[in-house]
């Protein structure tokens, strides 16, 4: 079946402008997840759906990152305002479900690699 | 201080030498997560353990829940095996979210 789909694939974009970044999970999975993974350093948690909603947003560096799910499936993250320091890989992934006491393997999407000139 | 350790940083083997990755962590887990990045950026599952250890083809992952500790070996390796691999660990305390290693860039050469 499909994996997780992420697009763009490259982003090249401006300091100041807006981005948009899209993330389609694995159809069925309720749980979805956004990384960041910066030059030369590790993969860090920005934010995790549960169905449409975000019960843990303490990942997002700064209030110029937001992020949406709607329907369930698709999820959006916005960067406003780009600054150099947001050039990175963002990768998106999803789950079957989050329960509480249960792990459940996570499914990676190729990644947007962003760059901010 | 991170919350997950891995070791070596960096790893270059001949091909066909057992391959040994080691995690170290410090919180309480709920799994943890071997994870496998090849040039280009796709990330693979490799595994996901709470106890014990699992076998997958050449690879072994093991897991020690006492000493916060676990393993990813990998026997007869081959070059196609080179890439980086990171330990990831789920908290039962933060549910959802995965914890990273730095991860270790693993080189085979034939």
């Known amino acids: 079946g499909a994996g997780v789909s992420q697009s763009p694939s490259n982003k090249v974009t401006e300091k100041g402008k807006d981005v948009e970044l899209r993330c389609d999970p694995i159809?069925?999975?309720?749980?979805l997840y956004w990384y960041r993974q910066s030059l030369g350093q590790g993969l860090e948690f920005l934010i995790y759906?549960?169905?449409?909603?975000?019960?843990?947003k303490s990942g997002l560096p700064s209030d110029r990152f937001s992020a949406e799910r709607t329907g369930g499936s698709v999820s959006t993250l916005t960067i406003q305002r780009t600054q150099q320091e947001d050039s990175a890989v963002y990768l998106c992934?999803?789950?079957?479900?989050?329960?509480?006491?249960?792990?459940?393997?996570?499914?990676f999407g190729p990644g947007t690699r962003l760059t901010v000139t | 201080k991170n919350e997950v350790e891995q070791s070596p940083q960096n790893l270059t083997a001949q091909e066909g030498e057992f391959i040994t990755i080691n995690c170290s962590y410090s919180?309480?887990?709920?799994?943890l997560h071997w994870l496998q990045q090849h040039p280009g950026g796709g990330i693979v599952s490799l595994f996901m353990?709470?106890?014990g250890k699992k076998k997958h083809g050449r690879l072994i992952a093991t897991i020690n829940i006492q000493e916060k500790h676990s393993s990813l070996h990998i026997t007869a390796s081959h070059p196609r095996d080179s890439a980086v691999y990171i330990c990831a660990v789920g908290r039962g305390s933060t549910l959802g979210r995965l914890y990273f290693g730095r991860g270790t860039q693993l080189t085979v050469w034939p």
């Open positions: 992934a999803s789950s079957l479900r989050i329960i509480a006491g249960v792990s459940y393997e996570q499914y």
């Open positions: 159809s069925g999975h309720t749980a």
């Open positions: 759906f549960q169905g449409n909603s975000a019960p843990d």
């Open positions: 353990l709470s106890s």
């Open positions: 919180v309480g887990i709920s799994a």
